[in-house]
């Protein structure tokens, strides 16, 4: 694999890795899903990074791949198990 290749992908390892860290930091009880995958994409491109598709949040019993729409009302809520993709946040939230 070409160096610079191996860079950009060690990059976006790095990327991935802070933005799951402040994102466990900041999630509660109370924040719209909405919020949520707006406050990732952001911190994504505030890296330097730009996310290849919609982040996925899925709560609870949703396997995957739901993706917030404009206007969702959907909040987490105390004991919900928050999956993030591609991010691969997964901490339970009390």
Do not use: C, W
């Amino acid at each position: 694999m070409e160096k610079e290749v191996l860079d950009k992908y060690r990059k976006a390892g790095s990327i991935a890795a802070e933005t799951r860290a402040e994102v466990e930091k900041k999630m509660a009880p109370g924040m719209k899903l909405i919020e949520l995958a707006n406050m990732i994409d952001g911190l994504i491109e505030q890296k330097g990074g730009r996310p290849a598709f919609p982040v996925n949040i899925s709560i609870n019993e949703n396997a995957a791949h739901y993706t917030p729409p404009a206007g969702d009302a959907t909040e987490i809520r105390p004991g919900d198990l928050v999956k993030v993709d591609p991010i691969g946040l997964g901490p339970t939230i009390e």
